[in-house]
Every structure is written in structure tokens, then in C-alpha cells.
């Protein structure tokens, strides 16, 4: 669960509630099936890894490359889309007392975390921990105070020219590839290894659960006037207070999400690529900053195409490593799907066909 849930009631409110509810019934499947593919992968590898490194091993050089490609695209469109989104809950936290433009705030959340990452800081576990807290209380606050407001003439069924809109925002907010590894670093013993399976799908069911509760109770109180960060459209409705302490959470965790993947760009240019410290940092935190001021500052936009490009390579990535992990594999995995080929290759259809409707649509 992370800043993918702030696009999706707009997506869900100009793109209707059935072809919303389609894509979360659709993409919430896949997406379910790639991250046990790839828990699959985790599991059969006796070296730890993470996706590059998985995609070298199995697939060879062009997967590393492809990989490669899919990270910088996903990390670099990621951290664009927090600066994007922070500037925006920045502006409803201080617009009263500082006299700039959610461009002005972007930058300054840029220029204070830029540092923290040039010198390799990132929150400490307990503090992550109380971040996340704070960040999924305002979110079901946000929800307790919506749901007496939801008026249901707010909804639309269906809108043709935006029936594409969802698939990219939706796919963005499920995917959690880089979780698995780390998961699998807390889970010890082969007992508990086994449980990964069960935790998978719990938490990709319990994470699109979530999402479409919120996406409704925003949606269903703001209606055509949904923003795309959600927050901002809901002041008049449920007032600053409110409103104040939600995006005060969204910043923590964006910053928090920032650190993070700030960090991980880094060290992609650095381990994977070989290249310097000082120039990989300038790399990771030059590509959002260029693109920002570039124009590429529509929040809903950005991730889209994140979506779009990160669920074509890595969806299709890790279906292949699926298929040569059950022949290659070094170890006994704790657990193993028996899967047809045709469901393997309806997925990868599934995700060049979502990135064509999106390519075609822009």
C-alpha cells in the first residue's frame, strides 16, 4: 500500500465503477499470480537476489538489460510521482502561511531529500514503522469521514473515452515485486518460508480491498470534482482540519518512499551498472528533477505510464523466470504452483495488450 492509492478515485470517478471494478477484478488476479511467480523464483534460488539479479541469472544478458530498463523507468517515474504529489500536500499543509505554488514546494521537497540521499540516510526501522502507522490511520480516518457523505448520484457507471484511464494508476499501486526478497528475509526457517504463499495473496487481496473502499469514499463524496492527488477536492466537504492531517501523513510517507527508492536507484547505478557513487547519486536524483521541470507534472499521467511500462517488462520478466526457475533451480522450493502455459501466456498478452490500449490512448 503506498501513493498509488491518492490516483485511484479519480481514476475510479471520471472512468466509472465498472470498468474500475474490472481492472481491480483483473489486475488484482495477475498481479496476484506474478508475485507468487516470483515468490516462486525467490524460493528455487539458493543465491539472494533481487529482480535484476534473478533476470541475469535465468534469462541471461537481454533479461538484465530489460530489467535494467524496467527499473530506472519505475524508479525514476516513482520518485517523479512523490515529488509531484508532495509538492501538491505540502501546498494544503502550508498554503496559509507561505505564499508558494505547489512547483515551488516540489522543488524545496526535492532539495531537502536529495541531501539525506547523497548521504546515504534513510529512516531508521521504528520510525518506518510509525510513519506506516500514521500513514494507513489517516487513510481510514480520511474513509470514517467520507462514508456518511457519500452521496451514490456521485458515481457514473461507465465513460467510454475514459475506459482506458485505470489500468496504468491501478497497476502502479499493486505492484510489489521488491517486497518478496525482503519478506523472505524475515521468514527464516522452511515452516515459515512455506507461509509466504498465504502471505502473498492475503496481502495483494487485503491491499485491493483497501484501495477500493477508499477510491469510493472519496469518489463517492466528490464526484466529476475528484482532484488527482484526492485531497485537495476534499476541503470543502470535509474541511482543512481534517484534510491537514492527511496530507501532513501522505508527506511523511512520501518522504519516507522517497528515501527508499532514492536509495535503491542509486545503488542500481551503482552495483548493477558500475558506476561511480557521486555520478550514480546524480543520476537517480537528476532524472525526476530534469523530467519535472521538463512539464511531467501530472501526477495521474506519471504514473500511468509507470504502470504501463513496469507491468509490460517486469510482468512478462517474471513469467519467464517462472517457466526456467521450475528447470534451472538449485533448491526445493517450500512451495510450487502447477500452472498451464496458456495462463502464462494469456498474462504476458494480458500486459502488452494493457500497454498498447495505453500508448494508444495517449
Known amino acids: 500500500m503506498g501513493a498509488g492509492i491518492f490516483g485511484i478515485p479519480y481514476v475510479v470517478a471520471k472512468s466509472g465503477l465498472v470498468p474500475a471494478l474490472f481492472y481491480f477484478l483483473i489486475l488484482g488476479g495477475a498481479i496476484i499470480l506474478i508475485h507468487l511467480f516470483f515468490g516462486e523464483v525467490v524460493l528455487r534460488t539458493k543465491e539472494k537476489h533481487r529482480l535484476i539479479g534473478y533476470a541475469e541469472k535465468y534469462l541471461g544478458k537481454w533479461g538484465k538489460f530489460f530489467v535494467g530498463i524496467s527499473v530506472i523507468v519505475g524508479l525514476s517515474g516513482a520518485?517523479?510521482?512523490?515529488?509531484?504529489?508532495?509538492?501538491q500536500f505540502l501546498t494544503i499543509i502550508f498554503s496559509s502561511v507561505f505564499n508558494l505554488s505547489s512547483f515551488h514546494f516540489s522543488l524545496l521537497f526535492w532539495l531537502v531529500l536529495s541531501y539525506f540521499v547523497f548521504r546515504g540516510i534513510k529512516l531508521i526501522a521504528p520510525i518506518e514503522l510509525f510513519t506506516n502507522l500514521f500513514f494507513f490511520l489517516a487513510v481510514f480516518v480520511i474513509f470514517f469521514f467520507c462514508f456518511p457523505k457519500i452521496d451514490f448520484s456521485n458515481f457514473i457507471i461507465f465513460d467510454l473515452p475514459n475506459i482506458f484511464l485505470p489500468?496504468?494508476?491501478?497497476?502502479?499501486s499493486l505492484l510489489g515485486l521488491a517486497a518478496i526478497p525482503e519478506a523472505l528475509e524475515v521468514l527464516k526457517i522452511p515452516a515459515e518460508k512455506k507461509g509466504l504463499k498465504k502471505i502473498i495473496i492475503l496481502a495483494t487481496f487485503l491491499v485491493v480491498i483497501l484501495y477500493i473502499?477508499?477510491?469510493l469514499g472519496i469518489a463517492g463524496v466528490?464526484?466529476?470534482?475528484?482532484?488527482?492527488?484526492a485531497l485537495s477536492g476534499l476541503v470543502p466537504y470535509l474541511g482543512k482540519g481534517i484534510i491537514f492531517w492527511g496530507a501532513l501523513a501522505g508527506v511523511i510517507t512520501l518522504a519516507d518512499s522517497f528515501l527508499i527508492l532514492g536509495l535503491s536507484l542509486r545503488n542500481s547505478f551503482i552495483y548493477d551498472f558500475g558506476?561511480?557513487?557521486?555520478l550514480s547519486c546524480s543520476i537517480a536524483l537528476g532524472l525526476?528533477?530534469?523530467?519535472?521541470l521538463a512539464g511531467f507534472r501530472s501526477f495521474i499521467e506519471v504514473i500511468g505510464i509507470v504502470g504501463i511500462v513496469i507491468g509490460m517488462i517486469e510482468g512478462g520478466v517474471v513469467v519467464l523466470l517462472f517457466k526456467k526457475a521450475k528447470e534451472l533451480g538449485d533448491r526445493e522450493p517450500e512451495y510450487s504452483l502447477k500452472v498451464s502455459s496458456v495462463l502464462l501466456y494469456c498474462l504476458i498478452g494480458l500486459f502488452i495488450l494493457g500497454a498498447i490500449s495505453q500508448l494508444l490512448k495517449l
Not at 167 to 172: A, D
Not at 275 to 278: A, G, H, K
Not at 288 to 292: E, G, H, K, V, Y
Open 275 to 278: 558506476l561511480p557513487r557521486s
Open 288 to 292: 525526476p528533477l530534469i523530467l519535472f
Open 213 to 215: 473502499f477508499f477510491a
Open 222 to 229: 466528490t464526484g466529476a470534482n475528484t482532484s488527482p492527488d
Open 167 to 172: 489500468y496504468g494508476v491501478i497497476l502502479f
Open 79 to 87: 520518485l517523479l510521482a512523490y515529488l509531484i504529489l508532495g509538492g
